[in-house]
């Protein structure tokens, strides 16, 4: 919950990823608070103080989970949301505002993504939420402590690099601080 918060605001990419995390984990408790709190909140929490604020968080995204009806696949419509947005900028960096700079990253990561997309069953998907479903899909090889090839990894680190730059470009965006006129 406030790692989430802390990430909304600083980083939007390590939010995504964060919460898809989240979701993963109220599914692996089949949605049952108590079981989340006492298996995993609780030994993550240095002090219990803060219990009541997550038990208020988890329950809080376990009844939009089941009001979204995603409780087996799917993504919250908050996070959904956001990668509309990212998507947007994405697409107005590539094309309206002619930002060099992001057009030379796309232009690295551009094949990787689509290579993902054809191996996976996210055809209907945009660049961007490829992007994040390939990087998650790193987060888990990881857990499960499977090897990565060379080839794959670089693949990963032109997707990160680029969602790196779209979400500087997201914070500045929501403080105002980006110039879509002047790059």
Avoid: C
């Avoid at 993963?24 to 929490?45: F, H, S």
């Avoid at 993504?75 to 590539?94: A, G, P, R």
């Amino acid at each position: 919950m406030l790692v989430a918060e802390q990430k909304k605001s600083s980083n939007i990419a390590e939010y995504i990823l964060y919460m898809y995390q989240v979701e993963d984990v109220i599914r692996a408790y089949n949605l049952d608070l108590d079981a989340i709190m006492e298996n995993y909140v609780k030994p993550q929490l240095p002090d219990e103080s803060f219990l009541g604020q997550y038990r208020k968080w988890y329950n809080s995204l376990i009844l939009q989970m089941r009001s979204e009806k995603i409780e087996k696949k799917g993504h919250l419509l908050s996070i959904q949301e956001v990668l509309v947005e990212l998507s947007y900028l994405h697409n107005t960096l590539l094309n309206l505002t002619d930002n060099d700079k992001y057009k030379d990253i796309f232009g690295v990561a551009g094949p990787h993504i689509e290579e993902f997309r054809l191996k996976s069953d996210l055809k209907d998907k945009n660049s961007i939420e490829i992007a994040f479903n390939a990087l998650y899909m790193k987060l888990l090889l990881r857990l499960q402590k499977k090897e990565i090839s060379p080839a794959s990894e670089e693949a990963f680190d032109s997707m990160r690099v680029m969602l790196a730059f779209l979400s500087r470009s997201y914070v500045q965006m929501k403080k105002g601080d980006l110039d879509f006129l002047n790059n």
